[in-house]
């Protein structure tokens, strides 16, 4: 009988790009190439790269179904389209000496003849294509072996497009899961590091404070340090929490009335100090003229504190680190300018993404201001996600290595006006 070739085509396009889901997308392909070819079955064998074994994906009219049956390497009719890469007719199974019996017996299927075609992919057999027992009064043509060869070539890439998306898919799920752990363990790493240093701070302050007995000076210069250390450790749990739970969406921003340039008086009063310790200038520009502005008055101290200490790590003594704050018409602008290290185009990118370390981790040294000391690369990642929180934005300004950098923090005068 004469086959519309054109229209069968057309309809297994349609049934490739209809899903991304392999059993569903090959079952249809079958079914089409069965009413097409006018023929009891179809079948698609998968050949397993690892083992060599293939996976038949089996369709009968009579079944309307998929069966999954495994087969060795280069056995029946399949094995020998896959060794020799050739499209191959049977017109009567029982009498040629390639076909075997077992999936028959295994499928409770009775093959009479076949037309059979290799899938081939990047110039190997990945599979092969079979239509089985032309219905009575219908026998197979070279022109739908021709046909055969065409569809197969065409599933070995779809199936190939399938095996990766899946794969995709996967791996997705597999860093979702170590996501959620990773979420998992920092809240509970940080917890249990609060309740320890909470006590250690405790009793150390009342050590230093006299409260215990007064203590000689090496014993007072020792517990200094404890309370620095204790402290160091506290900021870094913090930052933890801070980081995990604006990733998570897990901060809630409490939006008020307020004039910026009152909520950083602390932030500059607690600065200046740090400053002197390292011998570095800190000048402030303050414009007297803001506006009120609505903004997380907790939330943003840290946003500014993040970026000053930053500032100061990666400025050498004697240096400069400036505070400015103007209005940038809808929004408020805070710049820092540091005469620091400064920051080499390609990295600008990069430095907000948590635990970035600007600097050779060979010769990474912690410290709160210490000349280039390190964290956990924390700060900055937090302080672009309060912005962002805010609707606002973080970034940076420098002309490369040794030249300063320039942090720019925009916040709207309303969050909830931007659009």
């Known amino acids: 009988m004469k086959r519309n070739y054109l229209e069968l085509f057309s309809r297994i396009n349609r049934e490739i790009t209809s899903t991304l889901e392999s059993r569903q997308m090959i079952a249809r392909c079958l079914k089409a190439l069965i009413d097409g070819l006018d023929c009891e079955a179809a079948s698609i064998f998968l050949v397993n790269p690892e083992t060599g074994q293939t996976e038949l994906f089996a369709l009968s009219n009579e079944q309307g179904g998929l069966q999954k049956i495994v087969l060795n390497r280069a056995e029946g009719v399949v094995g020998w389209v896959i060794d020799n890469n050739e499209a191959v007719h049977v017109p009567d199974a029982a009498t040629d000496n390639r076909f075997t019996t077992r999936v028959d017996s ?3 299927f009775k093959t009479k003849a076949i037309l059979a075609a290799p899938m081939v992919r990047q110039g190997r057999v990945a599979g092969v294509l079979e239509a ?11 022109e739908d072996l021709d046909f055969c060869r065409l569809i ?3 599933l070995a890439i779809v199936v190939r497009n399938i095996d990766l998306f899946t794969q995709t898919q996967s791996l997705l799920e597999e860093i979702q ?3 959620r752990m990773k979420s998992a363990f920092i809240t509970m790493a940080s917890h249990e590091l609060f309740t320890p240093l909470t006590k250690i701070k405790m009793q150390s302050q009342l050590l230093a404070d006299g409260l215990l007995g007064e203590l000689a000076d090496k014993q007072q210069e020792g517990i200094t340090r404890i309370l620095s250390s204790v402290d160091q450790l506290t900021h870094i749990a913090r930052d933890l929490t801070n980081m995990n739970l604006l990733e998570k969406g897990g901060i809630q921003i409490e939006l008020f009335d307020d004039h910026l340039n009152a909520v950083l008086l ?10 002197e310790k390292r011998h570095l200038h800190f000048v402030t520009h303050l414009d007297p003229g803001l506006p009120q502005m609505r903004l997380d008055r907790r939330l943003v101290t ?3 504190r993040n970026i000053l200490m930053n500032a100061i790590r990666f400025t050498p003594d004697d240096g400069t680190v400036t505070l400015i704050t ?17 920051v080499d185009k390609k990295d600008f990118k990069h430095i907000f993404k948590p635990l970035h370390e600007g600097s050779d981790t060979t010769y990474h040294h912690s410290g709160t201001i210490e000349f280039m000391s390190g964290g956990l690369g924390l700060g900055l990642p937090i302080a672009r996600s309060i912005a962002q929180a805010h609707n606002g934005g973080v970034w940076v300004e420098s002309e490369g290595r040794d030249k300063g950098s320039t942090f720019v923090i925009r916040l709207p005068l309303d969050p909830l006006e931007v659009t």
Request: aromatic share 2%; glycine share 10%; with cysteine.
């Open 152 to 154: 197969a070539g065409q």
């Open 132 to 142: 089985l027992n032309p219905n009575a009064g219908n026998d197979f043509t070279s």
């Open 266 to 275: 602390n932030t500059i009063e607690e600065t200046r100090p740090l400053c």
């Open 302 to 304: 840290i946003l500014v």
């Open 326 to 342: 103007s209005q940038a018409g809808p929004d408020i602008e805070i710049r820092i300018v540091d005469t620091g290290i400064g």
């Open 106 to 108: 295994m499928s409770e």
């Open 177 to 179: 899961e170590l996501d």
